[in-house]
């Protein structure tokens, strides 16, 4: 079965600045994609990038970027040029490209950005 | 487009109630599932469907009915309420793989 782990419960950034939040997965399918969602105290559920797993190329979306290491089973997200309103609840998650198309998530990590 | 809409937003149940929280999704997505989120456990998949009448159990299914008769409704059903299934419950659909899934508003269920 395939698992995704957040290590990083919380995590603390100054507004302005970079941060680099981490996620693992294990999988033995080869055909598969990988999102993070964004979670306010809203508590809406926003999609904030995804990336192919047969894409070498990482994905970008505006401040936002990924890092995916396929064989090492590590997809992290990275977010420049922080903002209060990035403040929120991140969950990676894993996607099958086969028949079940299920969507697992890891724990999350919150984050919280400083002024 | 409404999106994915679940109903009801909030509810208290007694141990032992049933009750059924709705999904309707006007996307024409194929692939819709049920979540439950608690605190430090992230979203844990409690069935999901790739059609209608089709649907399959995910990591936390005991407790939970689900059907699906028709492309844009979903229904989580609650058998017996107990209080380990406090918790905020999240629908969602997708139109395929490529696509993440669009998310309700969500539900939060005390069972008390």
């Known amino acids: 079965a395939q698992t995704v782990t957040q290590s990083q419960p919380e995590m603390s950034v100054q507004e302005a600045e970079t941060v680099t939040l981490s996620c693992t997965y294990d999988?033995?399918?080869?055909?598969?994609?990988l999102f993070w969602y964004k979670q306010p105290p809203s508590r809406q559920m926003i999609l904030v990038i995804r990336?192919?797993?047969?894409?070498?190329q990482n994905a970008t979306e505006n401040r936002f970027s990924v890092n995916f290491q396929k064989a090492a089973k590590s997809f992290s997200l990275k977010i420049s040029d922080s903002q209060l309103g990035d403040a929120a609840m991140y969950f990676c998650?894993?996607?099958?490209?086969?028949?079940?198309?299920?969507?697992?998530f890891g724990t999350g990590t919150l984050l919280a950005v400083q002024p | 487009n409404a999106g994915v809409t679940q109903t009801p937003k909030f509810q208290v149940l007694k141990t032992g109630q049933s009750m059924t929280l709705q999904c309707a999704q006007d996307?024409?997505?194929?692939?819709m599932s049920w979540y439950r989120q608690d605190p430090g456990m992230g979203l844990r998949l409690i069935h999901y469907?790739?059609?209608?009448?089709?649907?399959d159990q995910g990591e936390v299914p005991n407790g939970y009915n689900v059907s699906r008769s028709t492309t844009e409704d979903f229904p989580l059903r609650l058998l017996s309420a107990a209080p380990s299934q406090t918790s905020v419950y999240f629908c969602?659909?997708?139109?395929?793989?490529?696509?993440?899934?669009?998310f309700g508003s969500g539900t939060r269920l005390t069972v008390v």
């Open positions: 969602a659909s997708s139109y395929g793989s490529f696509y993440g899934y669009t």
């Open positions: 999988t033995s399918e080869s055909d598969y994609y």
């Open positions: 990336q192919e797993a047969y894409k070498q």
């Open positions: 998650a894993y996607r099958s490209g086969g028949a079940t198309n299920k969507l697992i």
């Open positions: 996307m024409n997505h194929e692939y």
């Open positions: 469907s790739v059609g209608a009448g089709i649907t």
